[in-house]
Structure formats: C-alpha cells, structure tokens
T-cell receptor, first 109, second 114 residues
Framework: GIQVEQSPPDLILQEGANSTLRCNFS?????LQWFHQNPWGQLINLFY???GTKQNGRLSATTVATERYSLLYISSSQTTDSGVYFC???????????FGSGTRLLVRP | DSGVTQTPKHLITATGQRVTLRCSPR?????VYWYQQSLDQGLQFLIQ???????AKGNILERFSAQQFPDLHSELNLSSLELGDSALYFC?????????????FGEGSRLTVL
C-alpha cells in the first residue's frame, strides 16, 4: 500500500521561530490533508490540499503532486501551535485516508 | 467545532465488556469513517459507511462491528474488550463516498479498558 512519511519526527522551537514540516508519499494521490492534533487530542483540519498552495494566517501549505510531497509552513510560531501535525492522503483507488506518523512540535515560550 | 459529534467523550470499562460509541456526522455528510488511535499503532482506519452501506473496511477486528442508521448517525460496537483496545476512537465524515473530498473529525471517544 501507499507509504506516507513525515519529517522531522520531533521539532522543538522557540516562540517566534519559523518551521517547515514535510510529507512524502509513495504513490499518486487525489486527496491530501494536514491536521493538527492538539494536546487534548482533538484533530483539527488545517488544509485540504491535493495540489497547489494555500495560506491561512501564519500557516501555509504546498503540495507538489507530481513529485509526491507536501510541505506545511508555520511562521512566527506560538505556544498554542504545539501538538502533533499529521499529513494524510487518499489514493484514487481507495476510500480510506492514510495517515503519516506525524511530526511532534513543541514551541517554548 | 468540526460539526461531527461523538459520544461518550470518555469511557472506562473492564476487560470482557462491551461498549458502543456513537457518531453524528456533519449536516449533509453521507459518509462516516471510524479510526482508532493507539500509542503504538498511530491512526488506523477501521471502516467506512456511505448512506447506510458499508463502503470500505480496514484493520477492524472481528470483535468490533459498526453500522450506519437511516438518519446517518453511526455506532461502533466493541465487544470482549481487551487491554489493548484502550485507545482514542475517532469518527469522521465527508459529503461524498468516493476518494476525494475533505474529511472532518470529531473530538474522539477515549476508551480505557482496565
């Protein structure tokens, strides 16, 4: 099946710093989503981005489907950005959303 | 608030017992998905229903079953519970049943089996 790899696995930032999270996938996809799981366990939708670039405040994401990767940018990080960031993909032949193992982010004040 | 409602939020039970988790999808969404998140397995797809019919099946144990009712809410039944079933169970919904479209997740039901 399709493999979804996220890097780095762990990231510690000082408040105000910028970061880039990466998601590589092993096959063509027609659905890619980024989620933030906060310390309370909630999965929050960040982006639905099968291709192209989107921005939402301090966050932006880019998916290059032909090269099978997606990037999530976090600028001017805040302590509330802490948690785990998941990339998840779906192939055309499958209904299930497959999750990567996540990037655990800790933003220190 | 994603619009997906899950109950109960927390559940503590004993081995061998049976529990039912409930999910109400977003208004207008026809597909419901169940996921299990445990510490060692990450987020694993269990099963999907579309408009009352089973659409896709993942690594769901035989002790687990699910259904989607005519009002589109769904229930996940877990029986003969084992310690290893302790996990966060998520429900998600989407408008369509195909391979495109955005999924929205509920806040999860945290199950602890003692």
């Amino acid at each position: 099946g399709i493999q979804v790899e996220q890097s780095p696995p762990d990231l510690i930032l000082q408040e105000g710093a910028n970061s880039t999270l990466r998601c590589n996938f092993s096959d063509s996809v027609n659905n890619l989503q980024w989620f933030h799981q906060n310390p309370w366990g909630q999965l929050i939708n960040l982006f639905y981005i099968p291709s192209g670039t989107k921005q939402n405040g301090r966050l932006s994401a880019t998916t290059v489907a032909t090269e099978r990767y997606s990037l999530l940018y976090i600028s001017s990080s805040q302590t509330t950005d802490s948690g785990v960031y998941f990339c998840a993909v779906r192939m055309d032949s499958s209904y299930k959303l497959i999750f990567g193992s996540g990037t655990r982010l800790l933003v220190r004040p | 608030d994603s619009g997906v409602t899950q109950t109960p939020k927390h559940l503590i039970t004993a081995t061998g017992q049976r529990v039912t988790l409930r999910c109400s999808p977003r208004s207008g969404d026809l597909s419901v998905y169940w996921y299990q998140q445990s510490l060692d397995q990450g987020l694993q797809f269990l099963i999907q229903y579309y408009n009352g019919e089973e659409r896709a099946k993942g690594n769901i144990l035989e002790r687990f079953s699910a259904q989607q009712f005519p009002d589109l809410h769904s229930e996940l039944n877990l029986s003969s519970l084992e310690l290893g079933d302790s996990a966060l169970y998520f429900c998600a919904s989407s408008v369509a049943g195909g391979a495109t479209g955005e999924l929205f997740f509920g806040e999860g039901s945290r199950l602890t089996v003692l």
